[in-house]
């Protein structure tokens, strides 16, 4: 029923991140995983901190981490943030 809101309410309007934000914030959601593979990895990283400052905690599965099989993913705790100096976990 939400996600028929906020494509209601914001359809056009909102880019798919606004409206990630905003279905996650009326769902109630705080974590937030991001699958994604390692030619994409900047842009998850930007991702991230998009959640991040609007209050998410952004988690990452990546997979084809050091051209390794796909059948392999690889976790990260937490993507770290790179204009903090955080090291990825």
Sequence with gaps: MISAEIEAEFYCRYTRVE????????????????????????????????????GFEPYAALCKAGALYQTKAYYKKRMADPTSGEKER
């Design 19 to 54: 409206e990630i934000i905003e279905f996650s914030k009326r769902m109630g959601f705080h974590k937030i995983g991001i699958a994604t593979c390692i030619g994409l990895i900047e842009e998850s990283r930007i991702f991230a901190q998009i959640l991040r400052k609007n």
